[in-house]
């Protein structure tokens, strides 16, 4: 199975015109069980995810750029890259509600960046809220692993 990832999808119409464009060269979404994902890394992903869903098969949440643009900072710049922090409640507050969106629309959910790998509150912070998938550095698999196992002895 094909899995295609867009990303930044900036407007709804901007997606459905990458989705036609796409159709054109043949590759046509839910033909041969192809799924089409967008990255969810702008705060109109989140905003107008309702929108996004009716368009793609799920979101995959790309957590550096949705921090830095919802903080309005640059994580490389050393005037402002101390603000960056995906801890933020602003960033935590869009994780959720990309998240209840996608749940509530029964479409795939899952992330990819750095939040998750660097800070086992934030990994707690998905599972709690159901995330679908997180993907994880290779060094920090393990730890977060345990950090998952124990949260879910708790839940039970």
Do not use: W
Not at 55 to 75: H, M
Not at 118 to 129: A, K, R, W
Not at 134 to 142: A, E, G, Q, R, T
Request: proline residues 4%.
């Amino acid at each position: 199975m094909v899995k295609l990832m867009i990303p930044f999808a900036r407007t709804p119409d901007e997606g459905r015109r990458v989705i036609a464009i796409m159709n054109e060269m043949g590759l046509v979404q839910g033909q041969n069980d192809l799924e089409i994902y967008a990255m969810c890394e702008i705060p109109s992903n989140v905003i107008f995810a309702d929108e996004f869903l009716k368009i793609f098969d799920g979101y995959s949440i790309g957590s550096n750029d949705l921090t830095q643009l919802t903080l309005g900072v640059d994580r490389d710049s050393t005037l402002v890259a101390h603000i960056f922090d995906e801890r933020n409640d602003a960033v935590k507050r869009m994780l959720k509600m990309a998240i209840d969106a996608c749940k509530k629309e029964g479409k795939y959910i899952g992330i990819c960046g750095q939040a998750p790998s660097d800070y086992p509150e934030i990994t707690e912070f998905l599972v709690e809220n159901g995330i679908s998938s997180i993907s994880l550095n290779p060094d920090s698999v393990l730890k977060m692993r345990q950090v998952v196992v124990e949260l879910e002895k708790r839940l039970v």
